[in-house]
């Protein structure tokens, strides 16, 4: 007699919980999102919000940085009701200056601020 207990297997424990019969009823744009190609065209206007994301990159910044996106992200909270953490602050501000400088150009913001700190 073994003392060991049977537990699940991954299987059983990352099945998925919708049934095949609402899935078939959900819209289809619900169920997969756009892949890169094809948003490639389209400015972005929002960022990827609260979803599971493919990949990752790892930015340095500076303490004061730092500071003052942990204040942005307090005061979303406080003055706003908007509970969000930094890396929603940050996806948001990479969507905004992705779609400012997709319309605007040589005139976007970030063109403006890369060209007067020399980089």
Known sequence: MTRRV?????????????????QASAPQEDRTPASPVE?????????????????KITVYVSDEELLG????RLALRAD????????RVVREAIAVLLSDFTERGAD????????????
């Open 80 to 87: 706003h009701g908007i509970a969000v953490d930094r890396g």
């Open 108 to 119: 976007s913001v970030l063109v403006r601020h890369l060209r007067e700190s020399g980089e």
């Open 39 to 55: 948003e490639r065209g389209r400015p972005r206007t929002a960022g990827s919000g609260r979803r599971k994301h493919d990949s």
């Open 6 to 22: 049977a537990l699940p297997g991954a299987a059983e424990l990352f099945r998925t919980t919708v049934s095949r019969t609402d």
């Open 69 to 72: 996106l942990e204040q942005a």
